[in-house]
């Protein structure tokens, strides 16, 4: 039997005749028709004035948080359960990221402990949209300008996801995406911001790209970076954006199959709670074990493996690996459910067939020591 994976890319569209117009025509470096398109129809997607494509979905954090002006110093509000760039990008500004617990139902940042973390150096709040659940950006927002302070979603895990019907990415001051090869759509490496603030439109696009003045050749008037997405991941990613809806189709199709079979778990395991105002995209599905469950969480993951299904640990927080260790950190509902949590497959692939043969083995590795 073929091994279930994880994540897998689905490039049943334009992707490959827009990659041969890239080679045909030689246009495969930081210039073309598919970049300024690819940013076109990805505003429109997120309903924002502009659009930035950029190299991956780590830099577009860096560039979001550099436009805000955040620097040594200065303190970066951000969940302590996400995936690892998020903090990276406020390390690279000198700035000091600082964790949030998780909400114990959707495992999104915990806007009830967010103010108490607001300090004189705040400067900045980024929400992740974890696994494709947006976060409560009623809260967050009504926070965020009581305190003046700028927010920059981290939406790399949820591209079309909403909350109380409006689109992610549209709601902070910035929005950042990633369209790593196992995103809901890719451009095999990639990232995009998105913003309605022209200023900030224009300060990221100089960051862009080494700070050249646009009406004079070499000249350049700030140091910063080489951060542009080239016209083949563009070509790549715009071909993916024509088919974003199919895509999200894919993962509602998947999300509902998991909806199907994980009841015959009963409760040896819970699931990532959706409130009303979310539209959950299922970047990924996945299981937290219960207390009940004796086998670790990392001997289920190498038992599903025998089975020829690959599982992934939720992410580690923040707080308790070597860069940003520190014990002072007050997350316990974000270490419990990280030490307990497993993402299941959860590609656009996956057949009925399929889910139910990945429940029906972890119901059998779970009960034999239930
Ligand atoms: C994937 C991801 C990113 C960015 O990843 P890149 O691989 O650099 O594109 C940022 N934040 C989160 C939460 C992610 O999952």
Known sequence: MERITIATPILNGNEKKYVDECIDTGW??????????FEKKFAEFCGTKYALACCNGTVTLHLALLALGVGPGDEVIMPTLTYIATANAVTYCGATPVFVDSEPDTWNLDADKLEEKITSKTKVIIPVHL????????KIMSIARKHNL???????????AAWNGKVVGSMGDIGSFSFFGNKIITSG????????????????KLL???GVDPHKRYWHTTVAYNYRMTNLQAAVGLAQLENVQWHLAQRKRVAALYEKYLPMLGDLVSTQAVPAQANHVYWMNSVILSE????????VMAQMEAHNIEMRPLFYPMHIMPPYKDDSVHAPVAESVSSRGINL??????TEEQVRYIVESLKEILEQEA
Not at 150 to 160: F, R
Not at 189 to 204: C, F, I, S
């Open 292 to 299: 009940s469950v004796k086998l670790s969480r990392d001997e």
């Open 189 to 204: 490496e990639g990232g995009m911001l998105t913003t309605n603030d022209e200023k900030l439109y224009e300060r990221m």
């Open 131 to 138: 696994y494709g659940l947006p976060c409560n950006m009623d």
């Open 208 to 210: 862009r790209s080494q």
């Open 28 to 37: 495969i470096s930081a210039n073309g028709r598919f970049i300024s398109e």
């Open 345 to 350: 497959p959860s590609h656009g692939k996956l």
């Open 150 to 160: 700028a927010v920059v979603e981290d939406a790399a895990e949820a591209h079309g």
